[in-house]
């Protein structure tokens, strides 16, 4: 389990990733898009997760989390994640 930020928590295996953050606190939005993750654009139909304890599935290639919590993407809240 590696530690993004003191209050959230990233776990991978090779087709999902455990997401652990204080949901009162965070959510985590993905995007494939490149450009959305560097501007901290979050597209209208993106999925976001807010249960503080989320499974994901990882597609093949770059999947992108946000942090769409006030301006805690534009404060670095975000990572990219590469999956094959």
Same mark, same amino acid.
């Given at each position: +389990?590696? @530690?993004?930020? #003191?209050?959230?928590?990233?776990?991978?295996?090779? =087709?999902?990733?455990? @997401?652990?953050?204080?949901? @009162?606190? /965070? &959510? $985590?939005?993905?995007?494939?898009?490149? $450009?959305?993750? =560097?501007?901290?654009?979050?597209?209208? &139909?993106? #999925?976001?997760?807010?249960?503080?304890?989320?499974?994901? #599935?990882?597609?093949?290639? +770059?999947?992108?989390?946000?942090?769409?919590?006030?301006? /805690?993407?534009?404060?670095? +809240?975000? +990572?990219? $994640? #590469?999956?094959?």
């Amino acid at each position: +389990m590696s @530690e993004v930020a #003191t209050d959230y928590f990233l776990s991978q295996s090779q =087709s999902s990733q455990v @997401e652990r953050y204080k949901a @009162e606190q /965070h &959510n $985590v939005v993905a995007v494939r898009d490149p $450009v959305a993750y =560097s501007l901290c654009h979050f597209p209208p &139909n993106a #999925t976001t997760y807010s249960s503080g304890d989320d499974r994901v #599935t990882l597609a093949g290639g +770059m999947t992108f989390f946000l942090c769409g919590v006030s301006d /805690h993407c534009t404060e670095g +809240m975000k +990572m990219a $994640v #590469t999956a094959s």
